[in-house]
């Protein structure tokens, strides 16, 4: 069995010299002494005092200690879990996502999830919106984390749109420069309001500013839509199904930037938790693409 520096730290330290450490996994002192060597050099940190009759642990060294028996324990269990396939899965599995999409998008498909694996308990994170950039809204955790290959669950174009009771009394904008004639219900993303809307014209993307009627957080300007105060514009995810009920309608959707904007997932650095992790995607995944 091939052993990391951490590893070999771990040992010196539990055998107490260089020669037992040496002795147990068959390995010269002196290879164990270069080893550490240059674990120290490349954390710039002395970790264990040496002398001719003793070593000890030094502050830092101690604290070391505490995060390498953690992360062998963690690769241990990631590896004994993923080595036994048929071992039922269980425990907490954390999974940070903004609010609006846990209710209406990651609910359906913990439901699911939760029939296939009983044991495992997802523990759902809020996050705030205002860290996410309108390309991506990343499902992330130590659990599931983004990255630049990360799965996309389903993709999330904006939708602009309005209650049929704001349409009844205002014609509806024919162009995107119509809503200079609108009430126009803006986000406030990360404390800036979205002022700026994506539109294709004229075969290139252009920005128009609207002129907010009011200026707010997702569900406060969804629920605003709902009551026919303007016209907003809003994830997919949060404004499907009120679209198929017929309760907001979408408009200029022949002007519509054809942008990426997806909800994604993938495994994060938890290691300990691979195998929940994975199952929770491959999941996630078919469930999104059935």
């Not at 690769?75 to 907490?92: C, F, K, Y």
């Not at 205002?170 to 162009?175: G, Y």
Request: glycine share 6%.
């Amino acid at each position: 069995m091939e052993h990391t520096d951490y590893h070999i730290f771990k040992l010196v330290v539990e055998a107490g010299s260089f020669a037992s450490a040496a002795e147990i996994i068959g390995k010269t002192p002196s290879g164990l002494s270069r080893r550490l060597t240059r674990l120290e050099d490349r954390i710039g940190q002395s970790l264990i005092t040496r002398t001719t009759r003793r070593l000890t642990l030094t502050d830092k060294g101690e604290a070391f200690l505490l995060h390498c028996n953690k992360l062998i324990k963690d690769m241990a269990q990631a590896e004994a879990e993923i080595a036994s396939p048929d071992i039922e899965l269980s425990g907490v599995l954390k999974i940070k996502t903004i609010a609006a999409y846990a209710t209406r998008g990651l609910l359906p498909i913990l439901h699911g999830f939760q029939e296939a694996y009983p044991r495992i308990i997802p523990w759902l994170v809020s996050e705030g919106a205002g860290d996410r950039t309108e390309a991506d809204i990343i499902i992330s955790s130590v659990d599931v984390s983004t990255g630049p290959d990360c799965l996309i669950l389903e993709q999330n174009p904006w939708v602009v749109c309005a209650a049929p009771a704001y349409l009844e009394k205002h014609c509806a904008p024919q162009t995107p420069s119509d809503l200079e004639l609108h009430d126009c219900l803006v986000l406030d993303i990360a404390g800036k309001a979205q002022r700026r809307w994506r539109f294709h014209m004229q075969g290139k993307v252009t920005d128009v500013q609207v002129d907010p009627a009011l200026i707010g957080f997702g569900d406060t300007i969804h629920s605003a839509a709902l009551n026919g105060q303007g016209i907003a514009r809003l994830a997919s995810f949060l404004v499907r199904q009120d679209i198929e009920q017929g309760d907001l309608v979408p408009v200029l959707t022949q002007f519509e930037t054809k942008g990426s904007r997806a909800i994604c997932a993938m495994p994060g650095k938890n290691v300990a938790h691979l195998a929940k992790v994975r199952a929770f995607i491959e999941f996630a995944s078919r469930f999104s693409h059935d």
